[in-house]
């Protein structure tokens, strides 16, 4: 398993901005395939962002038009840019890699998981 480890969470006021990363702490390679999650309190990780080795990037419908999701040239650094934030989007947030198929947004496809990073935004 890749450790991946974020960085960036916070606390913003609603309409304010923030970009997380991800990066691999024991892979020398870049990780082609990976994507972001959330999760809310008492609820279920749901996909956020995925981005395929070929750079195409699928979204959940809450954060289509807000929510950015890059690499790096050499794919070992992953970006969420999150624009807008609302109440609604505060959870914890998690990078994740390696997935059965890439591009992917079904969280029980992905092998490595970081340890999160909070997302708190207020009204």
């Known amino acids: 398993q890749v450790q991946l480890k974020e960085s960036g969470g916070g606390s913003v006021q609603s309409g304010g901005s923030l970009t997380l990363s991800c990066t691999a702490s024991?892979?020398?390679?870049?990780?082609?395939?990976v994507a972001w999650f959330r999760q809310f309190q008492d609820k279920e990780r749901e996909g956020v962002a995925a981005?395929?080795?070929?750079?195409?990037?699928q979204y959940t419908v809450s954060v289509k038009g807000r929510f950015t999701i890059s690499q790096s040239s050499d794919k070992k650094t992953q970006f969420l840019q999150m624009n807008n934030l609302v109440p609604d989007d505060t959870a914890m947030y998690y990078c994740?890699?390696?997935?059965?198929?890439?591009?992917?947004?079904?969280?029980?496809?992905?092998?490595?998981w970081g340890q999160g990073t909070q997302v708190s935004v207020s009204s």
């Open positions: 981005i395929g080795s070929d750079g195409r990037t």
């Open positions: 024991n892979y020398r390679y870049g990780l082609p395939c």
């Open positions: 994740a890699a390696q997935p059965l198929f890439c591009g992917t947004l079904d969280r029980t496809d992905y092998r490595s």
